[in-house]
């Protein structure tokens, strides 16, 4: 499985990643190797396995809706790297 | 003996009946921390004027004769456990500077049940690898030889236990990340069944996967730190109600009858030689103390690096979408908001951290998840029932942790693949959610080797009594590292 240049631009794009041209030959010598040990899988005959999505089947795990103590906003804002009246403060999305 | 040296059942013991104070044991470990850290680095952060106050705090307690598990024993804790009012920062730049404004659950059981804490530890960044190589703050050394890796990702937790910087310490296992370590630094180190600890307040990796849990010096205080933690939460909605006894008393039974499976596929071609004999050994042991071996066989178990390797990175490119400079953590600036998030993340992540995000993100996209994700679930499932069927057979499961012991830094980091596959004998338990406990059982070349016990969901009470008898049996933990040469090395490295 050879991912292509592209495609791992393409990758970074989705996952937010401003990769250097270094990072981007690197990691697609690299991811290509892993995807291809993965193949192994393809040996396996799994058509009529149903995918397992927790180990221990748990059914939705419900609680009353009751009022509860939270955080107070002031600890809620204190690791924001930008904080104004009582706001997180990002650059313009419009 | 000195004081840092007893274990932590030993320590709580002597605090209790008032033979030394929590204050005298704390300034003692702070003096043994300062000796040796230059040289190992197991901590990111270490809390020395909370952890005294604290000690002062629990003196005071002790005096009206409160009755506490862990009274007044300085603990370790991994440094991506969150910690009100200290800085937490899973050994990334992203998170170089966040002070959490809660603890999580696990370390508030800690603390209520008298634990300190005596500092945080360090850990491949965002507990991703399996040498501590990958911190941001740089390397752990391993206390029996300073030019191998601790193991990871709980690297810090391991060296600090080893070298008597910390009675005990918490890690967390989404792989092998607490028994992968403890194999490599001759210590105990207990994965838990998966929601047998609560996870609120563990900083993400991998949610189906990760699991809390305790390194020890000594089987014993890995049963008394399970009585701690353990339990239901309902801050973790995967928490398992189930019911929680003693994990201390039932220790002492003797092994009479107990059928341990053996299963082929953990002995493999390129496996150490040492390695393969101590197993062999202490399989011999075993049998000596009563139990019955029994060849198994888990077919699937040379998937689980494929499986885990799909799976995990997914969890983790969506568990790490919220480091986006926005609420907290890291930001750096960009001239709109997509291109502030992707300067944030690039600057903040290392590279091991972008590889799985990339991996994940790729894995999950249109057009390849059925490919990979949905296939290894598929074979998750697979996995599950190979060891559902073994457990109607035997107790429990006998297998190395480890197939060498502690490589040297840098000898993987080339080729991540290599790295991936220092996992390969302790993945598919965290696969299965099945509980599973690493303990010395000798050296190679000087370097400790790992004896794995793999017990059935939620009966972490038969390994630990296997466990428990195996090492009064042998004393395999008797042994240290040279805590002279430490100290040496610390002195040249100041």
Redesign the interface.
Known sequence: MD?SYA??RY??K??????SEK?VES?TA??S???E??Q??DE?N?KD????????Q?QN?F?EDKVAMS?PQK??L?????VQSGH?K????L | MNLEQLSLTEISKKISNHEVSSVEVTENLIRHIEKTEPALHSFITVTADLALDAARKFDEMNIKGESFLLGGVPIAIKDLLCTKNIKTTCASRMLE???P??TATAVEKIEQAGGIIIGKTNMDEFAMGSSTETSYFGKTRNPWDLDCVPGGSSGGSASSVAAHQAYAALGSDTGGSIRQPAAFCGIVGLKPT??MVSRFGLIAFAS?LDQVGPMTKTVEDAALLMNVLSGYD?KD??S?QVPISDFVMPLKKNLKGMKIGVPKEFFIDGMDLEVKASIEKAITQLEQLGCTMIPVSLPHT??S???Y??IAPAEA?SNLGRY????????T???????????T??SG?G?EV??R???G??TL?SGYYDA?Y?????????I?SEFDQVFQKVDCLVTPTTPTPAFRFGEKTQN??SM?LADIFTISINI??VPAISIPCGFSKNKPIGLQLIGK?FEESTILQVAYQYEQSTLSNQLKPNLKKIEEFSKNEL
Do not use: C
Not at chain 2, 324 to 331: K, P
């Open positions: 991912l495609e791992v990758i970074a989705l996952a937010r990643l401003e990769l990072e990691y690299q991811l190797t892993v995807l040990y993965m192994q899988l396996l799994l396995v149903e995918p397992l999505t927790h180990v221990f748990m795990v609680r955080l600890q809620i204190q690791n924001g790297p930008e997180f990002v650059p313009q999305i | 500077n966040f002070v404004p809660y998966y929601g189906s309902s909605s995967t398992a040379k998937y690096l494929s499986v390797y799909i490119s986006d400079g926005v609420r907290y953590g890291l930001r600036p960009g001239d709109n908001l997509n291109q502030m998030y992707e300067k993340r690039s992540f590279a972008k590889r995000i990339m991996l993100t790729y996209s990979y949905l296939k290894a679930m598929k074979v998750r499932r697979l599950k991540p693949l991936y299965a959610g969901p």
